[in-house]
T-cell receptor
Framework: LAKTTQPISMDSYEGQEVNITCSHNNIATNDYITWYQQFPSQGPRFIIQGYKTKVTNEVASLFIPADRKSSTLSLPRVSLSDTAVYYCLVVDYNQGGKLIFGQGTELSVKP | DVKVTQSSRYLVKRTGEKVFLECVQDMDHENMFWYRQDPGLGLRLIYFSYDVKMKEKGDIPEGYSVSREKKERFSLILESASTNQTSMYLC?????????????FGPGTRLLVL
């Protein structure tokens, strides 16, 4: 059965690159890995999604190694406005397409 | 822009009351979801619906029911509220019938059951 593990919290300073890793064992070979961002008093919003290797958009990059047992969300040059909770999401087709969210990583960006 | 709205941002109810949480999306999405969010537990799926009048149980359906009479509206019902249902409730929708489709979330309803 698939399970996700993320660090509970991370601290960073403005201008730094932040990497948040989600471990997800036992996901099926055709699962996508998705990351969401949640600001206080708001619902989560989609950041990025990938299947393998590397995906980049205007907000972040997502690195997925060949074994797909983890994925790393990379935020380049964070600012104070990147302070949020970040969730990974995988779909476990071995459990009939069950959605599995990570517990979330609370990122705090300091000036 | 997709808009998902939830009927209340904050709600206070008493134990045993029947509670209705309403969610409306304006983009003609097929799928709609109800999650609860608790500290340290992340988001847990309660129910989802892939079409009008269709529903599927998620991870924690006990104590909840849902209704989807119209495509744009998905209601979560707590038949008899209990204190352990105090939580943040999030509604989401996605365009197509595929669990890996991007989900668009509402702002959430923070429910307190006394």
């Amino acid at each position: 059965l698939a399970k996700t593990t993320q660090p509970i919290s991370m601290d960073s300073y403005e201008g730094q690159e932040v990497n948040i890793t989600c471990s997800h064992n036992n996901i099926a070979t055709n699962d996508y890995i998705t990351w969401y961002q949640q600001f206080p008093s708001q619902g989560p919003r989609f950041i990025i999604q990938g299947y393998k290797t590397k995906v980049t958009n205007e907000v972040a990059s997502l690195f997925i190694p060949a074994d797909r047992k983890s994925s790393t969300l990379s935020l380049p040059r964070v600012s104070l406005s990147d302070t949020a909770v970040y969730y990974c999401l995988v779909v476990d087709y071995n459990q009939g397409g069950k959605l599995i969210f990570g517990q979330g990583t609370e990122l705090s960006v300091k000036p | 822009d997709v808009k998902v709205t939830q009927s209340s941002r904050y709600l206070v109810k008493r134990t045993g009351e029947k509670v209705f949480l309403e969610c409306v999306q304006d983009m003609d999405h097929e799928n709609m979801f109800w999650y609860r969010q608790d500290p340290g537990l992340g988001l847990r799926l309660i129910y989802f619906s892939y079409d009008v009048k269709m529903k599927e149980k998620g991870d924690i359906p006990e104590g909840y029911s849902v209704s989807r009479e119209k495509k744009e509206r998905f209601s979560l019902i707590l038949e008899s509220a209990s204190t352990n249902q105090t939580s943040m409730y999030l509604c989401a929708s996605s365009q197509f019938s595929g669990v890996q489709e991007t989900q668009y979330f509402g702002p959430g309803t923070r429910l307190l059951v006394l």
